[in-house]
C-alpha cells in the first residue's frame, strides 16, 4: 500500500497540471441516472423479490420510567406475527459519532417514544397492528425536559467534539478593564436533521454471517457499533450504504433501526426489512441541542476587539457526553488577547443530542454574528468594516499561522456584488409599501479537519479503471468527484473511470461526516493514483514525474504508448492511504465565507421574507463547482430555516416532541427561499491535503441565519435574540413610524 502522511505542505501536483481538463469542472453526477430513473436502491430497497418479513417499533408513551412488564400475548396471537424482540439490547436512540458502543434501554426509558420493542410480521401492516397490542406496564420517574430553569448547572465533559473549557490569559480581569463592554444572551432551540430518507434498514443472516443494508454514514464505525450491539465479532458483519438519502450528521452513529432489524432476522431465521416512520426518525434516533449562549466581547474605544468571551449551556439525555460545539468557531475567527470559550450540558430526559449539519458553528455562529453586528451599531460602524478592523493575523488562541484565510476577500467581493453600499444607513430607514427592506452580512467559518482514508483502483487490460472504498455518498456527489480525480491524475476520460462505494468489503475509509469526505477519500485515490503512475514508469523504465498521463495514453520523451500496451493483458491494483500529519497541529485550517441577505418585514404582521441571499466562500480547491455549488445551496436553505422556521417543540411536562413530523416542523419550501446566488473564489491550501482543498458542504449553514436577524435589525430596528425569528417575536418591536417609501 502507498501511504501518505500529511507532514508538510505540498507543492505543484498533477491536479494542478490539469490535463486531463476534469479537476475542478462542474461535471454531471455519476450515479444522477440511477437516482432520477429510480434505479439507485437505498437501504429499505433491498432483497426485492426474497421472501422477508417486516418489523415494526413499539415505542414509549412516558418520558422518565422504568420498565416494570411486557407483555406480548395478544400481539403474538395475530395472525402473520412471527415475532417479537424485547429485552435490555433493544437501542434506546442512535450511537453518538465516534462511540464504539451502542446504548441500550437496559430497562429504563430515557426519553419519550423511546424504543421498547420490535414486532416482526409477515407484512408492514400486521406489525403495525400487533404493535399498538404490545402491553408495556411502567413505574413513572421524575423527568427534566427543558434547560432554562436550570442554567448553570450544567456539567463539563471531556467526550465533545472540543474541550469543554478553551482558555487564555484572564478573561474576566480583561472584560472588566475593557473600554467597551458588551454582554448579551442568545438562544437558540433543539433541531432535527430531517433528511429526506429514514433510518432504514434490511438484515440478512447466512450461518452465523450477517449482511445488513442501511442508511449510514461512517460504515467502519458503524459496522463495529452493530457487532456490539448484537454481541458477534466485526468481522461476522458486512454493512452496506451505496446510496444515502441524506444524513447530515444524524447517521454519523447507526440508528435502533439497525440492531433491531438484526435481532428480528435473527429470530425469525429470514431477512427483516425496518424502516423508522417519520415521526420515529424524529423521537427515536438524535437531534441537536438547544442552547443558551452568553456572548461578552470587551473593546477599545475606537472598536478593536480585546477580549473575547463565548459561555455555552446545551442539553444532552443522561450519561450522554456529546455537546453542541456553539465556540468551534469562536476559538480562531475574532482576535482577543483574553479569552475563554466553555460548553456545559445540563441533563434533561429527552431525545439524545448528537452531530446535526455544522455541529457548532451553525448555532455558534447565530450568537456570535448578531453580536458583531450589534457591536458595529453601537460604534456606529458599518458591519463590514468593522469585521475588517478586526481580522487577526494568526490563530488568537494558539498563535498559529492560518494556512490559508480569504475571509477579507470573500467580505470585499460580496460587499460589490451585493451592492452593500446601497444598504440603508439606519433602522426601519426603507418602505416598499407594507414591507421594510433591510440589509445583513455575517461572517462564516467551518474548521477543516482531514482523516486516514484508503482506496483501492483496479486498472484493468483494457485501460479501465475501477476505484473502491468504503467511502459514502451521502447526497454529496462522492461518486463523483472521487471520478474525476482518477481520471485527472491518470489521464482518462470520465467513462473510462467507474466508482464503487459503501461496502465494508472495500478498503476502509474516513466515511461522510464533518466536511472531511471529499478531501480524505479523495486523497486516499490520489495516492493510490500515484502508486499506479509508478507502476506504469518502472515497467517503462522512466521516472514517473516525467510521464504526462493523457487519453489512455502515457507521454514520455518522444514516445506516446496506450495503457493497454503497457498492461500488457495485465490487470494491476494498487491501494492508496491518506493520514493526517504535522500539518494538521502547526496550522490552524478551515474554510471562510461571508453571507448577504436582504429581506422584507411586513410593518404591519411581522412576516419576514428573504428576497435575497449571497454566500462568498473559500475552501481551497473545488473538485466540481456544480456539486459544490449544490451544497452551499443547501446550507443557504438552512441558514432561511434557523434564522425564521425551525424548531423541535418539547413538551415541558412529559418530553414529547410535539412537532415529530414534516407536517409540523417547519422547513423552508420554494416559496420560502428567493434566487440563491453562490460564489466560490479561488484558491488553494497545501497545507490541507494531496488535493489543496477543504471542507464545503457545513461552510454555507454557518452565520447565514445571523445574516438574516441582522438583516431584519436594519429593516426594522428589532433585536431578536432568540431563534427562530418568528412574527410573534417581532410584532411588539415592530416600528410606530417608518422612513419615507424607498
Not at 73 to 80: E, R
Not at 661 to 681: G, Q, T
Request: glycine share 10%.
Amino acid at each position: 500500500m502507498n501511504k501518505h502522511v500529511m507532514d508538510e505542505a505540498i507543492g505543484e501536483t498533477r491536479l494542478d497540471r490539469n490535463t486531463q481538463g476534469v479537476i475542478g469542472k462542474g461535471v454531471d453526477r455519476y450515479e444522477g441516472k440511477l437516482k432520477v430513473s429510480g434505479k439507485a436502491p437505498y437501504a429499505y430497497e433491498h432483497l426485492i423479490g426474497e421472501k422477508v418479513a417486516y418489523g415494526y417499533v413499539v415505542t414509549a408513551p412516558i418520558g422518565r420510567a422504568k420498565v416494570k412488564s411486557i407483555d406480548a400475548m395478544a400481539a403474538q396471537s395475530l395472525a402473520g406475527v412471527l415475532t417479537v424482540v424485547s429485552g435490555d439490547e433493544v437501542l434506546h436512540s442512535s450511537a453518538q459519532p465516534l462511540s464504539p458502543a451502542v446504548p441500550a434501554m437496559k430497562g429504563e426509558i430515557l426519553h419519550y417514544n423511546q424504543p421498547v420493542a420490535l414486532v416482526v410480521a409477515e407484512s408492514f401492516e400486521i406489525a403495525r397492528q400487533a404493535a399498538k397490542l404490545v402491553k408495556v406496564e411502567y413505574e413513572a420517574k421524575e423527568g427534566h425536559y427543558e434547560i432554562e430553569s436550570r442554567r448553570g448547572t450544567g456539567r463539563a465533559t471531556e467526550e465533545g467534539p472540543m474541550p469543554a473549557d478553551t482558555k487564555r490569559g484572564d478573561f474576566e480581569k480583561a472584560f472588566a478593564a475593557a473600554e467597551v463592554q458588551f454582554d448579551q444572551t442568545y438562544r437558540t432551540p433543539s433541531y432535527q436533521a430531517a433528511a429526506m430518507e429514514p433510518h432504514a434498514s434490511v438484515a440478512k443472516w447466512d450461518g452465523d454471517q450477517l449482511t445488513i443494508w442501511s442508511s449510514c454514514q461512517l460504515l467502519d464505525l458503524n459496522v463495529q457499533q452493530i457487532a456490539n450491539g448484537i454481541g458477534v465479532d466485526p468481522s461476522k458483519v458486512r454493512l452496506l450504504s451505496p446510496y444515502i438519502g441524506g444524513g447530515f450528521g444524524s447517521k454519523l452513529g447507526i440508528g435502533p433501526d439497525a440492531v433491531l432489524a438484526a435481532l428480528g432476522a435473527k429470530a425469525v431465521g429470514r431477512p427483516v426489512k425496518l424502516a423508522l416512520t417519520r415521526q420515529n426518525v424524529f423521537q427515536a434516533t438524535s437531534r441537536r441541542g438547544e442552547t443558551i449562549q452568553r456572548v461578552r466581547i470587551g473593546t477599545t474605544k475606537d472598536g478593536k476587539i480585546t477580549c473575547f468571551g463565548h459561555e455555552s449551556e446545551t442539553a444532552n439525555a443522561e450519561g450522554e457526553g456529546f455537546f453542541e460545539p456553539s465556540g468551534i468557531s469562536t476559538v480562531f475567527l475574532y482576535p482577543g488577547e483574553d479569552r475563554l470559550v466553555t460548553h456545559r450540558v445540563i441533563t434533561t430526559d429527552v431525545l439524545t443530542a448528537s452531530a446535526c449539519r455544522a455541529p457548532g458553528e451553525a448555532t455558534g455562529m447565530l450568537a456570535t454574528e448578531s453580536a458583531l453586528d450589534e457591536l458595529a451599531e453601537r460604534f456606529g460602524m458599518d458591519p463590514v468594516a468593522f469585521r475588517k478592523m478586526n481580522e487577526p493575523e494568526k490563530d488568537p488562541q494558539e498563535d498559529l499561522p492560518f494556512s490559508s484565510r480569504r475571509l477579507l476577500d470573500c467580505i470585499d467581493e460580496g460587499a460589490r456584488r451585493f451592492n452593500w453600499a446601497d444598504r440603508p444607513s439606519k433602522p426601519a430607514a426603507r418602505r416598499e409599501g407594507e414591507w421594510l427592506i433591510g440589509y445583513g452580512m455575517s461572517s462564516a467559518s467551518r474548521a477543516n479537519s482531514l482523516m486516514a482514508s484508503s482506496a483501492e483502483i483496479e486498472m484493468s487490460p483494457e485501460g479501465r479503471a475501477i476505484v473502491k472504498t468504503s467511502m459514502t455518498d451521502i447526497g454529496t456527489g462522492t461518486y463523483t468527484i472521487l471520478q474525476q480525480i482518477a481520471a485527472e491524475m491518470l489521464g482518462l476520460p470520465l467513462d473510462h473511470v467507474d466508482v464503487l462505494l459503501g461496502d465494508t468489503s472495500l478498503p476502509e475509509s474516513s466515511g461522510s461526516g464533518g466536511s472531511w469526505g471529499a478531501n480524505s477519500a479523495g486523497s486516499s485515490v490520489y495516492v493510490a493514483a500515484e502508486a499506479l503512475i509508478e507502476e506504469f514508469a518502472k515497467r517503462l523504465g522512466v521516472e514517473a514525474e516525467t510521464l504526462t498521463l493523457k487519453d489512455g495514453h502515457a507521454i514520455s520523451g518522444n514516445r506516446q504508448i496506450p495503457f493497454a500496451e503497457i498492461l500488457n493483458g495485465d490487470t494491476i491494483k494498487v491501494q492508496g492511504k491518506i493520514e493526517p500529519g504535522d500539518t494538521s497541529s502547526n496550522t490552524n485550517q478551515a474554510s471562510y465565507g461571508a453571507h448577504f441577505a436582504e429581506v422584507a418585514v411586513n410593518a404591519t404582521t411581522g412576516e419576514t421574507r428573504v428576497r435575497r441571499l449571497l454566500t462568498v466562500g473559500t475552501a481551497g480547491r473545488i473538485l466540481n463547482m456544480k456539486t459544490a455549488t449544490s451544497q452551499c445551496y443547501g446550507g443557504q436553505i438552512w441558514g432561511i430555516g434557523y434564522a425564521l422556521e425551525e424548531e423541535l417543540v418539547v413538551d415541558p411536562r412529559s418530553g414529547l416532541i410535539v412537532n415529530h413530523d414534516l407536517a409540523e416542523y417547519h422547513v423552508p419550501v420554494h416559496a420560502d427561499v428567493p434566487k440563491l446566488d453562490v460564489v466560490l473564489l479561488e484558491d488553494r491550501d497545501p497545507h490541507a491535503s494531496p488535493l489543496a482543498g477543504k471542507g464545503i458542504g457545513e461552510l454555507a449553514i454557518a452565520g447565514v441565519g445571523a445574516a438574516i436577524n441582522n438583516a431584519i435589525y436594519n429593516a426594522t430596528g428589532a433585536r431578536i435574540r432568540s431563534y427562530p425569528i418568528t412574527m410573534d417575536k417581532l410584532l411588539s418591536h415592530l416600528p410606530d413610524e417608518v422612513g419615507e417609501a424607498a
